[in-house]
């Protein structure tokens, strides 16, 4: 049998059962006498069974009262963990936050955040998966993360794209080179004779790039293609080629032997953005660690 009671109502009842006695029962719950009795009338009515013996001179806990004592009290505790377990969460003390990011950002701003975030919240568990665009939406619909940090606004009604920044792209070219030679702004066509070294299509990367070249009249034809920042900074840095890279990517694969210049004509922005389940509301530690991934995404954007 089921029966309707609120915890205020069996906390009546333990407290009437720790005390023994109506009137310091009634103090301690700042309640009248008549309210406590009321509250154990109720709840014995809805046991079918008495949990209290009275008299005139004393209150004892029946058989039955014994058993149902032990039995809240243990519900008390659940209820109370229960209450904490969600305090802890929404107060930033426990927790886990599962963040999908474009490699470009996963090397730059998301450990800074990451960091700053675990300083302020080390009970929080971080997880990252660095991953392209089209993984990372697959890992969010799947729930395997929170969010996804990318530069692509998926076409899916199920997902909800907002805003982070955007950066530019720039040229990598040995220090060597003759055009690292100028801190001027380069053209894209200028380049359109260098060996290029790129990202795979569909990468954000190589769409950016083939549609700048276009919008020249231009054919985009890398000589090389790789998959990795690190082995483009290398081959760029071994005076294998050039590379057009958005400015969080050049940040990764820059070195003391590779150099970076704009690229204009034209200036193409990257646009970055949150990428979260329509309808799934974030937690208070991802909500919290967003606001701390665009600062630091803005402030390396910034300082390029």
Known sequence: MLINCSLRELDVFLTLAETLNYRRAAERLHLSQPAVSGVITRLELSLGSALFERSTRAV???????????????????????????????????????????????????????????????????????????????????????????????????????????????????????????????????????????????TSVRQYTEEAFLHNGLRFAPRYEVEHLATINAMVAAGLGVAALPELAALVARGPKVLSRSLIAPVMPRPLGLVTLRGRRLSPAAEALVVMLREETLALIAAS
Do not use: C
């Not at 930033?92 to 474009?102: I, K, Q, T």
């Not at 090397?107 to 991953?131: C, I, N, Q, W, Y």
């Not at 939406?137 to 909800?160: C, H, I, K």
């Open 60 to 202: 004892r806990l029946t058989e039955a009262g014994a058993v149902f004592v032990e039995r809240v009290r243990l519900l008390r505790q659940q209820a109370n963990a229960a209450v904490q377990a969600v305090r802890d969460i929404s107060e930033l003390r426990e927790g886990r936050v599962r963040v999908a990011a474009l490699p470009s950002l996963a090397a730059t701003a998301v450990p800074a955040a990451f960091a700053r975030f675990g300083a302020a919240h080390p009970g929080v568990r971080l997880e990252l998966l660095d991953s392209l665009s089209n993984p990372a939406f697959d890992s969010v619909r799947a729930g395997q993360a929170d969010f996804a940090l990318t530069a692509a606004n998926p076409a899916y009604a199920d997902l909800e794209y907002a805003p982070l920044g955007e950066d530019r792209f720039v040229l990598l070219l040995p220090a060597s080179h003759p055009l690292a030679k100028s801190r001027r702004p380069l053209r894209w066509d200028e380049t359109q004779d260098l060996p290029h070294i790129s990202m795979p299509a569909p």
